[in-house]
């Protein structure tokens, strides 16, 4: 049974910082891919980055530059540091996983539950 959990989220003024985090655990199969996507009141949910085995990240163009993903093999868990927060990054961020690189698209088959990011 795979599971995700989103950490990290939290409420936070226009140009400061957040570090989500999202723990992995369950995945029997090696290698797998993962990303970060967003859903905001009244809008369809949107990929933000996706990230490789290797290390090679890909990146929406509202976020690239500000957010950055990464991952921890060892720990598997993945990370997104986002920095000059607006109020249009208010959502509900969700990291997902699979073993084909779907990149941003809305694909994966395991998804967390999801944790809110307020700017203001």
């Known amino acids: 049974h795979v599971q995700l959990v989103e950490s990290g989220g939290g409420s936070v003024q226009a140009g400061e910082s957040l570090r989500l985090s999202c723990e992995v655990s369950g995945f029997t199969y090696s290698p797998y891919y993962m990303g970060w996507f967003r859903q905001a009141p009244g809008k369809e949910r949107e990929g933000l980055a996706a990230?490789?085995?290797?290390?090679?990240?890909t990146y929406t163009h509202s976020v690239a530059g500000r957010f950055t993903i990464s991952r921890d093999n060892a720990k598997d868990t993945l990370y997104l540091q986002m920095n000059n927060l607006t109020v249009e990054d208010t959502a509900i961020y969700y990291c997902?996983?699979?073993?084909?690189?779907?990149?941003?698209?809305?694909?994966?088959?395991?998804w967390g539950q999801g944790t809110q990011v307020t700017v203001s």
């Open positions: 997902a996983a699979d073993v084909v690189n779907f990149q941003l698209a809305q694909s994966y088959t395991n």
């Open positions: 990230i490789d085995t290797t290390g090679s990240a």
